[in-house]
């Protein structure tokens, strides 16, 4: 993957080559991510990864090593399985009951359905910014990630708002697009992620998240 920097190094102006490099390195990684998630139980490992390079690219110009990001998936496997299991049960948990009120096959009709999409939409945007939290840390350290991203929420709530819609909209997209296309849209997703999740972070004035140490 290339470096984003060259252009302002060189005193450039980004045109549409270096869009476009930019749209097939995204796309790289949304394949990556998906072919390490594949197992199920590295999900959590390979989305945390993919978050850390990402936190990386945005932030110095360039992508981490081949190597380094091996080194980060591999000592983040075993502390992701538990948070990919969990986050797979608690989806299948809301899918379920979202199914159950859209048929009628539960009690509470439309008002029962918009408060679970709404409570469901903002899990999925906390989600969201653990995602973006986690990849500041190196990619591994999802407690800790999720308690900083609790503290955002309730100390930036339009933040958080932001980053819900973000999630809203991929989840669309990867319902209307064809499944070849949903990791294309995974690599995307995450910059999307880290892209609002930083601009919130500016316009409400808040501390920029700082580089992430490596873990031991």
Same mark, same amino acid.
Do not use: K
């Given at each position: 993957?290339?470096?984003?920097?060259?252009?302002?190094?060189?005193?450039?102006?980004?045109?549409?080559?270096?869009?476009? /490099?930019?749209?097939?390195? =995204?796309? =790289?990684?949304?394949?990556?991510?998906?072919?390490?998630?594949?197992?199920? %139980?590295?999900?959590?490992?390979? @989305?945390?990864?993919?978050?850390?390079? +990402?936190?990386?690219?945005?932030?110095?110009?360039?992508?981490?090593?081949? /190597?380094?990001?091996?080194?980060?998936?591999? /000592?983040?496997?075993?502390?992701?399985?538990?948070?990919?299991?969990?986050?797979?049960?608690?989806? $299948?948990?809301?899918?379920?009951?979202? #199914?159950?009120?859209?048929?009628?096959? @539960?009690?509470?009709?439309?008002?029962?359905?918009?408060?679970?999409?709404?409570?469901?939409?903002?899990?999925?945007?906390?989600? $969201?910014? %653990? %995602?973006?939290? +986690? $990849?500041?840390? !190196?990619? !591994?350290?999802?407690? @800790?990630?999720?308690?900083?991203?609790? /503290?955002?929420?309730?100390?930036?709530?339009?933040?958080?708002?932001?980053?819900?819609?973000?999630?809203?909209?991929? !989840?669309?997209?990867?319902?209307?697009?064809?499944? @070849? #296309?949903?990791?294309?849209?995974?690599?995307?997703?995450? #910059?999307? =992620?880290?892209?609002?999740?930083?601009?919130?972070?500016?316009?409400?004035?808040?501390?920029?998240?700082?580089?992430?140490?490596?873990?031991?």
């Amino acid at each position: 993957m290339a470096s984003r920097a060259e252009p302002e190094e060189t005193g450039e102006r980004r045109d549409w080559r270096d869009v476009a /490099r930019d749209a097939a390195d =995204l796309a =790289l990684l949304g394949i990556l991510l998906v072919l390490a998630a594949v197992p199920v %139980v590295t999900a959590a490992a390979a @989305v945390g990864t993919a978050s850390a390079a +990402v936190h990386d690219w945005t932030r110095t110009g360039s992508w981490p090593s081949a /190597r380094t990001t091996v080194r980060r998936f591999g /000592r983040s496997v075993l502390p992701g399985a538990p948070v990919s299991l969990l986050a797979l049960t608690a989806a $299948g948990l809301l899918a379920a009951d979202l #199914a159950a009120l859209a048929t009628g096959r @539960v009690p509470g009709g439309p008002v029962a359905l918009l408060v679970t999409a709404l409570v469901a939409a903002g899990l999925a945007g906390y989600a $969201g910014l %653990v %995602v973006v939290e +986690v $990849g500041g840390n !190196g990619g !591994g350290r999802w407690r @800790v990630a999720a308690r900083s991203a609790a /503290r955002a929420c309730l100390d930036a709530p339009t933040r958080w708002a932001a980053l819900t819609g973000v999630t809203a909209l991929a !989840g669309l997209l990867a319902v209307l697009v064809t499944p @070849v #296309a949903v990791p294309i849209l995974a690599g995307h997703t995450v #910059a999307a =992620l880290h892209a609002v999740a930083g601009r919130q972070r500016f316009a409400t004035g808040a501390a920029p998240v700082p580089a992430h140490p490596e873990l031991p």
